[in-house]
């Protein structure tokens, strides 16, 4: 700290003593002024304390401007004047402070408060609306964002600055429209993962409606260029367009050497743990609405008496031991409510619309655990799944195998709990041969993508209760919930 201090001062000084002779008195004070923002604009950016308001810096020199009239030595003046201005916005140039994007001395902590991605900035918080940066701001001194951050596998190589707009860093290129920069510390690719860094971006264009120029997608202050294809799939729909993301290499393979600003940025970096619950449930509206027009799903075609109980049944991995056997019991507690339609159909080969299409003729959602299950989100609010594990996920799986229910509830539907299979853990691995300690997460992978049995008895009484909810009088079932949104 006091090395820093010491510094500080060292600077100030050394601009006090630029020729302050030659000097004419209007100009010493545009000097003064620009001197004073600098100082500020430094020590904002000293890596020790990041989190310096700059409200001060806006001390006005229109004082200044009576006596700028009244200086006789007219033009010789105005030109020296001129000429040290423009010494001073090169200086304000050279002093641009670059961060890096990723802060390491919060890697203990990387998405907590500021999160370590531009470590520097507070969040603007606002009555229902994700925590977001707005570039420029009065937060921000009405300074730009700009980035010099191209690097792929290191975080703390990719950096930021602030910066006026007339006084660019050198070699700055200037973007203009809006811009959308959105860093997640899990990933953009793993569908949970990926969902949750898109939603406080639909959340805050939903808010905004302004319509974005570009995008840039950060992972670990990494760039990316590319989301998973759902994921990809949801954004593309909300835009309205294809959707892609900067790369900052003008389209040449060798990324631009120097930074690039934007007019206007809004850097969001919170995932959904930056947004209430009303919000992202307001959301998931959207992004179904959004889906369903897109794909052409009139809200209009279905009868509001009618229950659909879709069977969405996985070939493969996680499959059922006996299909047909489960069919049975699902169809015989169907055939006991008026009205019920039961549907069978495999995720495979399906498009993203027939996937829309089928949930949002959907009420009762069975499914086993998998990425299919995402597809919940395109049933209407306060519709139904039920989900099934193979044995060892509740043993090994972590809370990973809740995301579904997170999920459901996010949305607003109601997850009615899951089937597993039974694991008889001495047995089972003993059997399986896995040579880790029991409870050891390796084991894991041998039972990760087992099928799945069933118990009648268990399945009948579990339908027949998530039905009721759906027969006339016999459950909270809404005037209009089968009418879409
Ligand atoms: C940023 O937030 C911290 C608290 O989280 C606060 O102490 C600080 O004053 C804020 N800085 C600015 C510039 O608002
Ligand atoms: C700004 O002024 C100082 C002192 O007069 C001089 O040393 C420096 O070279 C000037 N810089 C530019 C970019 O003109
Ligand atoms: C920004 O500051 C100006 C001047 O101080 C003020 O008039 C304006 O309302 C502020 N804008 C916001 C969004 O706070
Ligand atoms: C990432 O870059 C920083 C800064 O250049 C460097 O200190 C660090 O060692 C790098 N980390 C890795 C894992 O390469
Ligand atoms: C929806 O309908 C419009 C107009 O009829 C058509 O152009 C478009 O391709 C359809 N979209 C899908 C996904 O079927
Ligand atoms: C169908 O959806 C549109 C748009 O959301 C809405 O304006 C319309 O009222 C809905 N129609 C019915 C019958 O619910
Ligand atoms: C699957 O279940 C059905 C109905 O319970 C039964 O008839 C059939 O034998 C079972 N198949 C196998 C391979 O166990
Ligand atoms: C999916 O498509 C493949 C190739 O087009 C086909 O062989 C397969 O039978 C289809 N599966 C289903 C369930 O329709
Ligand atoms: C099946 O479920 C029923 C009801 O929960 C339970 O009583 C029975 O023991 C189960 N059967 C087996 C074989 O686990
Ligand atoms: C969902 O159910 C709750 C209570 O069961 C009800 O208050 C709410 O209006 C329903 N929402 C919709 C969209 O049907």
Same mark, same amino acid.
């Given at each position: ?106 890697? @203990?902590?990387?998405?907590? @408060? ?125 835009? @309205? ?245």
């Amino acid at each position: 700290m006091a090395a820093a201090h010491m510094n500080t001062r060292h600077r100030q000084r050394s601009f006090f003593c630029v020729d302050d002779h030659l000097v004419s008195r209007s100009c010493f004070f545009f000097i003064i002024f620009f001197v004073v923002i600098a100082i500020v604009f430094l020590q904002t950016h000293a890596l020790k304390k990041p989190l310096v308001s700059l409200s001060t810096s806006s001390s006005s020199p229109s004082s200044s401007s009576a006596s700028w009239e009244s200086d006789a030595s007219a033009t010789v003046g105005i030109k020296d004047c001129a000429r040290k201005l423009e010494n001073a916005t090169s200086r304000l140039q050279n002093m641009v402070k670059f961060l890096p994007l990723k802060d390491l001395r919060f890697a @203990g902590k990387p998405m907590y @408060g500021h999160t370590w991605f531009m470590s520097s900035i507070n969040d603007t918080i606002e009555d229902n609306m994700p925590l977001y940066i707005h570039f420029p701001s009065n937060h921000t001194n009405g300074r730009v964002l700009c980035l010099a951050g191209n690097d792929r596998s290191n975080g703390t190589k990719n950096s930021y600055a602030l910066a006026w707009r007339d006084s660019l860093p050198h070699g700055a290129k200037l973007l203009g429209g809006l811009t959308i920069v959105s860093d997640t510390f899990y990933g953009h690719n793993n569908l949970w993962h990926g969902q949750s860094a898109v939603l406080p971006i639909v959340g805050w264009y939903n808010m905004k409606k302004v319509e974005p120029a570009r995008f840039v997608l950060y992972h670990k202050g990494e760039l990316r260029s590319s989301r998973g294809k759902w994921v990809q799939s949801v954004v593309d729909i909300v835009f @309205g367009k294809r959707i892609a993301y900067e790369t900052f290499d003008d389209g040449r393979t060798q990324p631009r050497r120097h930074p690039t600003c934007f007019e206007e940025a809004v850097v969001l970096r919170h995932n959904e743990g930056g947004m209430p619950k009303l919000k992202r449930r307001e959301v998931y509206d959207l992004i179904r609405k959004s889906a369903r027009k897109h794909c052409n799903i009139s809200n209009t075609s279905r009868s509001p008496r009618t229950v659909g109980l879709t069977l969405f049944l996985r070939k493969g991995s996680r499959s059922f031991k006996n299909d047909s056997a489960v069919i049975e019991v699902f169809k015989k507690e169907c055939d006991k409510v008026g009205g019920c339609k039961l549907g069978v159909i495999s995720p495979d080969n399906l498009s993203f619309c027939d996937q829309v299409k089928l949930m949002s003729e959907t009420d009762v959602l069975v499914t086993q655990h998998g990425a299919q299950l995402t597809n919940l989100i395109f049933m209407d609010r306060n519709s139904s799944v039920m989900e099934f594990f193979p044995k060892a996920w509740l043993e090994y799986a972590g809370v990973g195998q809740y995301v579904f229910h997170w999920m459901a509830d996010w949305a607003g539907m109601r997850h009615e709990g899951a089937w597993r299979d039974e694991m008889d853990e001495a047995k089972d691995i003993k059997e399986d041969r896995c040579s880790f300690p029991p409870k050891e997460s390796r084991c894991f992978t041998y039972y990760k993508d087992r099928q799945i049995g069933h118990n009648q008895t268990y399945l009948a009484h579990w339908a027949c209760q998530v039905l009721r909810r759906f027969k006339p009088g016999g459950g909270n079932l809404p005037e209009d919930s089968n009418s879409g949104t």
